[in-house]
């Protein structure tokens, strides 16, 4: 049996960061191969805007290898989009590697220049000579679907890309027929900058005699990103890439996708036959890398007198930004089907437009399209509950969807497989001190503060990539190493598939090595995304750790003159049960011989079935009503995620999250200007981001169900803590404000001066009534 400190269930301490505290990572800007170029962006200062380029005096300084624009760029495919609607499909328009004639945003790429230096590089950025037109922006979906705005694509009237419904409008309609009331909510879900701690960066590497290219990249995958930048952009075959992902520092979503600096430093290699490196600033990455989020929406809830959920109408608009970003429509479209939540609604419907505006293209970011739902649902359930004059977690508890009656099928067709809904909340209220709130609050009331509790309830689906394959290798040490395509940007992975080796071998952590985000090595890979390393790879690797298993007992049972059935492995060895008879593993990989295929094996895994992560978040916050500022002063966590791997790397993911979701609720917007299209939070200056400070010490705990359609038991978790905290936060915020002045409605972010404009409206209000 392995040592149980190593393995499955046990708080290892991840094996991967003595390296990176120590300044040994390895990350892509520390990547300089010989007679390395370095190249820069020429971006649009306009949100929308006409324009000619000349770039003959930057050609023509020292040091400057090249400049490259649309001209040069003309044979390459535009960066796709890899989704569609299923009945209705849409065109998309084109994604050019390098605007042509037209800038859509600010941060729009018009020329990609190249030199020795990087200081070189900038002085040729600044003999670029451009003509600009500016044009009318269309900023903000509200505004774009104007019928005097300005449009964004010719072939796209009313900046519209798609205008569909989902679920039963009948159906709905009949519900709100007969409904005792009917709670409504219209709410701003705002756009966010992702901020990951490394920016983009790659360095394109190119082989004269083999006509090769390497691609160094920080990503979330290398095998999707060589798919798409060879058959898409590049239009070269696949052979002639490898995409190598080092150290990556944060992904959340939005590293996942293609961008088009990786295809011009491709281009720029080959057409220079020297090394090519890019490496964003911060200032690239506010307008050059897809944000996230940014959705408005008019939901409303039919109610039964007794408090049951009648049915749920949605109305969703999602901007999309100037360019469609690899699975930008799918956010919305595919996060609608999880609005019903935890609860019981038979009625759904839901209609869903995507929208084209003047800005930087949105995507994907940490929960894509599952928080926003979450914020819709939760933060209609609360106002639901005070049009009844019921508490928040009653009425939750009363539209649950029992635990006898999973599994479970929404009104979405998602199928919830296991949970226990009403007991998460019960043991949340019950850690937070739920009942001892209005002592709390008067105690607060005393010293000038309001305070305010809430709560919410969530449900999310992932683990849904795709098919993941491991393959497990005894190496002639006896060390263990795992090949598999799943990328790691922070998550832990070396620790976490090591103690699935461990499980099964009872190796030490160290003695087990992964091997990730490499092309040549590992022959195919879906990346990270969607909490789906563990719930897919995870599964793969303790498959294929299984097999390998059962192989080396057939070739330890000769070494040791016993029945395969009779032998068991531990520590590192193999041993007959009972005896001190044993052959450790580095001997068994000398008798067996290098060449021997038993001594590695292979397993694929797809949960297409996905896993549904749930759980409750319960918020406590203080408002000083003179400032508006909102300090959180306890939160408390309980969730399900079936079976826990590793109670410490768990903890670090529902953190991370969790401190995320506080910098969107009450800081976090990427704002615009509504006439320019300026960014107006471009920098860190404009652009709030939390800090530790900002967060209370977290309690957070497991009440786990074992996921039944997962041979692991386990259920995604790397994007739960930013979709409970959101409408939990606001919901408490919008608890104390609703208490003290009658306010039941705040957008996110909540900060201090938004909050302080509420109360002052109502304070106004009050003084007017008088």
Known sequence: MA?????????????????????????????????????????SPHAHARFTIDVSAARNLSGVAAVLTAEDTAELGGLPCLFNLPDNPFTAPPYPI??????????????????????????????????????????????????????????????????????????????FAGAHAVAEISIVNPRIVTNFMETRAVVADYDIGADHLTLTIGSQGSHRLREILCDMVLKIPREKMR?????????????????????????????????????????????????????????????????????????????????????????????????????????????????????????????????????VIERLVDAAARKLGITPDAIRRKNFIPSRALPYKTATGKVYDSGDFAGHLKRAMEAAKWKDFPKRAKAAKKLGRIRGIGLASYVEVCGTMGEETAQVKLDPNGDVTILIGTQSSGQGHQTAYAQLVAEQFGLQPERVHIIQGDTDLIPTGLGTGGSSSIPSGGVSVDRATRKLGEALKDIAAEALEAGSSDLEISGGAIRVAGTDRSIAFADLA??????????????SFSSADGTYPNGTHVAEVEIDPDTGAVKVVNYVIVDDFGVTLNPLLLAGQ???????????????????????????????????????????????????????????????????????????????????????????????????????MEIDKARRGRSAAE
């Open 654 to 756: 529902v953190h991370g999250g969790t401190m995320q979701g506080i910098g969107q609720a009450l800081m976090e917007q990427a704002v615009y200007d509504p006439q320019s299209g300026q960014l107006v939070t471009g920098t860190f200056m404009d652009y709030a981001l939390p800090r530790a400070s900002d967060g209370p010490a977290i309690q957070f705990e497991t009440l786990n169900v074992p996921c039944k359609t997962n041979p692991l038991g386990v259920k995604g978790a790397g994007e739960a803590g930013a979709i409970g905290s959101c409408p939990a936060l606001v919901n408490a915020v919008i608890d104390g404000l609703w208490r003290e002045f009658g306010i039941d409605q705040i957008d996110m972010p909540a900060t201090a001066e938004r909050v302080w």
């Open 98 to 175: 390098l605007a042509r004639d037209e800038v859509r945003h600010v941060g729009d790429a018009v020329a990609f220049v190249i030199a020795e230096t990087i200081e070189r590089a900038r002085d040729a950025l600044e003999a670029i000579t451009v003509d600009w037109r500016p044009l009318p922006a269309a900023v903000g979906a509200a505004a774009a679907l104007g019928k005097d705005a300005a449009q964004v694509w010719p072939d796209h009237p009313g900046n519209l890309l798609f205008d569909v419904e989902i679920g039963d409008r009948d159906a709905t309609e009949k519900a």
């Open 590 to 603: 000398a008798r067996a011989g290098s060449d021997n295929p038993k001594l590695q094996a292979s397993e």
């Open 3 to 43: 040592p149980l400190k190593f393995g499955v269930g046990h708080s290892v301490r991840r094996k991967e960061d003595d390296a990176l505290i120590r300044g040994r990572g390895h990350y892509t800007a520390d990547f300089m191969p010989q007679k390395t170029l370095h190249a820069l962006v020429l971006r």
């Open 243 to 375: 995409v190598i992902c080092p150290d990556v520092g944060g992904g959340f979503g939005t590293k996942l996708f293609p961008y088009r600096e990786y295809a011009l430093a491709a281009l720029a290699a080959r057409k220079l036959r020297r090394s090519v490196k890019w490496v964003a600033d911060r200032a690239d990455h506010f307008v050059g890398d897809a944000q996230g989020r940014d959705n408005i929406t008019t939901a409303r809830m039919a109610l039964a007198e007794d408090g049951r959920f009648l049915g749920l109408d949605v109305d969703l608009v999602s901007d999309m930004g100037a360019y469609l970003s690899t699975f930008a429509p799918y956010i919305p479209y595919g996060g609608a089907g999880m609005l019903p939540g935890l609860y019981d609604i038979r009625a759904f419907h839901c209609r869903i437009r995507t929208v084209f505006t003047h800005t930087v293209p949105v995507d994907a970011y940490r929960g894509a399209g599952r928080p926003e739902a979450a914020y």
